[in-house]
């Protein structure tokens, strides 16, 4: 049970962070860069599709993606806070205290993101399928945020 509770709030974990991390980097970046924004998706449906045909035996292959895809994030973040570093000046009080929350935000589910990363690096055999599973439908529900995103910019 404390298992199942545990898989549910890594999903959920997850979903937010990605959500959260197109919504804020599509809200740094003007709303015409479309080449980017797909370029993000293939990106994640490559990561996603790597993972579910990876089994137990090729552990380190998925992790090796996982760590790709969190210093792809770590760029994107630093990226972002440099855009906002440099609007500083002429953003008003709400938008200085907004973009610094998200950026908080962001910095702290990037730590729980790598806590995930380190626990996938201890998955026991029998769990691998339950950790892909969880990662798979954490991607689709991620695919139609994206999706979501993309269409109200």
Request: hydrophobic share 40%.
């Given at each position: ?22 919504s ?19 990106k ?59 950026l ?50």
């Amino acid at each position: 049970m404390k298992n199942n509770a545990l898989k549910n709030i890594n999903l959920l974990f997850i979903t937010a962070l990605f959500a959260t991390i197109v919504s804020v980097s599509f809200a740094a970046q003007p709303s015409t860069d479309k080449a980017t924004a797909k370029a993000v998706k293939e990106k994640i449906e490559e990561a996603a599709e790597a993972i579910r045909n990876y089994s137990v035996d090729q552990r380190d292959e998925a992790l090796k993606k996982a760590k790709v895809a969190l210093d792809d994030l770590d760029d994107r973040i630093d990226t972002m806070e440099t855009r906002i570093n440099n609007k500083w000046d002429r953003m008003d009080q709400l938008a200085r205290k907004k973009a610094t929350a998200a950026l908080a935000a962001l910095r702290k589910q990037r730590n729980e993101a790598a806590e995930w990363y380190g626990g996938l690096k201890h998955a026991s055999n029998n769990a691998w399928e339950d950790v892909k599973k969880g990662f798979l439908n954490s991607y689709h529900e991620l695919r139609e945020r994206f999706d979501k995103v993309q269409n109200e910019l």
